[in-house]
């Protein structure tokens, strides 16, 4: 079983900026690690994925503000948001791919005011 553990979320004014972290406690290496978001009354969406391959991905709506990358720790992912909007608060979750399996964080709640 794979556990994941994110921290980083919090209030944030417009404009601002929040960084976001996730360490997957596993003894493999995983090579695939990402986040999603939820707000409410609408569907979890892809934020931004990233894989030891070199492959990244992010959403059309965060492309140049956000900038995911793998951190120092062994399976541990960020997330830097930065010039954050409103539209960007939701629930963030941490995700990780390991053979066939996909495993999720508790979620962050990120909240941007205006």
């Known amino acids: 079983q794979v556990q994941l553990v994110e921290s980083g979320g919090g209030l944030v004014q417009a404009g601002g900026s929040l960084r976001l972290s996730c360490t997957a406690s596993t003894v493999f290496t995983i090579n695939t690690m990402g986040w999603y978001r939820q707000a409410p009354g609408k569907e979890r969406e892809l934020v931004a994925v990233f894989s030891s391959v070199g492959y990244t991905n992010y959403a059309d709506s965060v492309k140049d503000r956000f900038t995911i990358s793998r951190g120092n720790a062994k399976n541990t992912v960020n997330l830097q948001m930065n010039s954050l909007k409103p539209e960007d608060t939701s629930v963030y979750y941490c995700?990780?791919?390991?053979?066939?399996?996909?495993?999720w964080g508790q979620g962050t709640q990120v909240t941007v005011s205006s």
């Open positions: 995700v990780a791919y390991l053979r066939d399996s996909i495993y």
